[in-house]
């Protein structure tokens, strides 16, 4: 198989590396070949943060770069709109509507831009919009949006379920295990 | 068993599985997991030393005992090693010994970009480079062996893709090593000149030996493409983006061992094709060789210059003139640089200085944050513990000018990598320099790690803990006193009174980082829109959770941690 690249995308603090390693699991359990790309130090402290996650045969480069992501799943609204270059023609943009102020707009030196789930859509992107916020605080935190959003991409991934929980066993400390396969199913059942 | 390993845990993976017993290291990004991770296996003493000097001197030490040893390190903190590095080089091992150092392409989260491979050429110590986890392992195991044959330290050459990359690697069980003999041999590790003049002839006759080796060993691969037009030379993880980018229009020489180069292997390589490419991030090393053993028909820096990473739509780019299409928003994207997490206890301490009008002599850590908006409160920043030691040259070149006006700002971690001795020099040479350490009690940049002041070790084990205020008085500070960054009023007149003083004096700023797990937090507070009068008095500190909207603060509940300095900043009463 040609190798495929998802992009998880958010801002530091919000939990990409964990939906990564999740990912990963999944796909080195289905046998593929996996590489995920993490990004520390300096661009955590709220900064924002990207991982790459890419599969297929045989993949080389743990990098992906404009136009090349098959799909982009993103904890926050302005990083969707930030990594849109990267999405790949008819790939898919899975993003919260969260919406976290980076410091250049909290200072006022610039402008948090409107309607960017519309923007995005008209720009031509195939976009699902979640509020994972609203539905992690449902599952008993705030802090498994990360966990809500890779339900919303299970749902779109033609992977067994079972793959997905024991890839959440491998990843989830035990005592938070409950909270997440709920936040898990949230996000697999949103709209 | 198969796992998806980041490459720093399959290098741990690898000095596990080789027998490997002392680890010594100091953290930085991209290298701190290797020791995190090497720590979790029971077989191996882990540590982490005060800096990487001690961090490599620890690691020969276990070497010439007879232990396999290792010290892991970024690029700058090989600088601090190159003493102990290129002795090392010198007298060789007896267990063998193994450095990793992490290149930062691109300067993901460092100060400077500079190449390690130069470490490795000026001390004659030989150098591998892994491309992927699976390498990572490989290499690692593979070092230690050629470490003992050949009787030199070994280094790993890894880069922030390579270490923070993760990919399948297959465990195998370790290799459980006895300690070699030790025998007191003062010809091979005593280094005055009588024998280190005996070793250098060793030295040279060993580089001669390793190039042999370079020439056969399976660390470095030809791969031919019956389709290739043209050839590439490459390494370490730029290995990827040519793969990656050209697939089968290219043949590819990879060299896994960077120092010593091979000579016969490259002009063989080249001989086959009209052009070559040499894709090297970073400086032209690899290029630079190729035309000193007459290799002509090589082009590289001149494509692809010397900075940051090269990816594959670099090299698809300039090789093949292709570029993929993409789309984008006609909106300006407001930039997320990282910022100082709310409830961070360096926010304070900054806010004071910036009112103040302070310069400030920065260092390396979590607090360069401090040079970014609105704080904007760092002159400058250069390398570990030069705060301190900047501070004083500042105020020795301007004299009583800048020293009511001057102060340092070095974290907990940082003073005890190589900030104390700028301190003694102070004392010493009599500089009225105000110091401020910023003790968050952890080397909170590089995600959490344990220091000399924390009191627990690498392991978590309970640990003698250096007393900051003593050690200030010992070195000779008589006025050392400690404030709490969260009560801006009383830090704000300790910068002042210790400014006005007429000498040296060290103000420990002391607070827990907010994000270490012990610390208990007070709930996050509230704005009253009612009192709120829209003065932004608040919005000056820099503080992630708070934003305006219709004129008024507003506090995220989700980030807040109710530190609550935006309580006492503000002039009306209205955050409750």
Known sequence: METKSIMIVGVGGQGS??????????????????????????SQRGGSVVTYVKYGDKVYSPVIEKGEADAVISFELLEAARCLPYLKKGGKLITSTQQIDPMP??????????????????????????????????????????????????????????????????????????????????????? | MKKLMLGNE??????????????????????????EEVAKYDEVYAEWAPNEKVAMETALGASIAGARSFCGMKHVGLNVAADPLYTAGYTGVNAGMVIAVADDQGMHSSQNEQDSRHHAIASKVPMLEPSDSTECKEFVKLAFELSEKYDAPFIVRMSTRVAHSQSIVEM?????????????????????????????????????????????????????SDKAEFGVITNGAAYQYVKEALGDKASVLKLGMVNPLPVKLIQNFAAKYQQVYVIEELDGIIEEHCRNIGVNNVKGKEIFGYIGELPQSVIAEKLLGEKKDFVSLDDEIPVRPPVMCAGCPHRGLFYCLKKLGVTVSGDIGCYTLGAAAPLNAIDTTICMGASISGLHGFNKARGAESEHKTVAVI????????????????????????????????????????????????KGDPAAAVNLEELCKAIGIKRVRVTDPYKLAETEAAIKEELAADEASVIISRRPCALLKYVKHNPPVKV????????????????????????????????CVGCGICQEQCKVGAIE
């Open chain 2, 10 to 35: 399959a290098f741990a993976r690898g000095l596990y599985e080789a027998g490997c017993r002392v680890v010594s290291s100091y953290p930085g990004t991209p290298s701190t997991e290797i020791t």
């Open chain 2, 172 to 224: 195998e069980d370790r290799n459980e090593l006895p300690l070699k003999d030790y025998e007191k041999t003062p010809s091979k590790f005593v280094m005055m000149p009588a024998y280190a003049k005996g070793r250098h002839v060793f030295v040279e006759e060993r580089t001669k030996k390793l190039r042999e080796y370079a020439e056969t060993t399976p660390l470095n691969r030809v791969e031919i």
């Open chain 1, 105 to 191: 707009v909290i200072t006022g030196a610039a402008k948090y831009p409107e309607d960017l789930v519309e923007k995005l859509r008209a720009a031509g992107a195939e976009i699902v919009a979640v509020d994972a916020l609203a539905l992690a605080e449902q599952a008993g935190t705030a802090k498994a949006s990360n966990v809500v959003l890779m339900g919303v991409l299970a749902s779109r991934m033609d992977y067994p379920d079972e793959l997905w929980q024991k890839a959440l066993e491998q990843c989830v400390p035990p005592k938070f295990l409950d909270l997440n396969r709920k936040a898990f199913e949230l996000g697999k059942n949103a709209k």
């Open chain 1, 17 to 42: 590396l964990l939906a990564s390693r999740l990912l990963g699991n999944v796909l080195l359990a289905q046998g593929y070949d996996v590489k995920v790309s993490e990004v520390h130090g300096m």
């Open chain 2, 528 to 559: 009253n829109t009612d009192k709120c009068v829209g003065c932004k008095m608040c919005m000056k500190l820099g503080c992630p959770a708070i934003s305006m909207r219709d004129s008024k603060a507003v506090v995220d509940h989700t980030l």
């Open chain 2, 411 to 458: 974290g907990d971690s940082t003073f005890m990598h190589s900030g104390m001795t700028g301190l003694v020099n102070i004392a010493y040479n009599n500089s009225n320099s105000t110091v401020i350490i910023l003790d968050n009690s952890i080397t909170g940049m590089t995600g959490h790690q344990q220091n000399p002041t924390t009191g627990k070790n690498l």
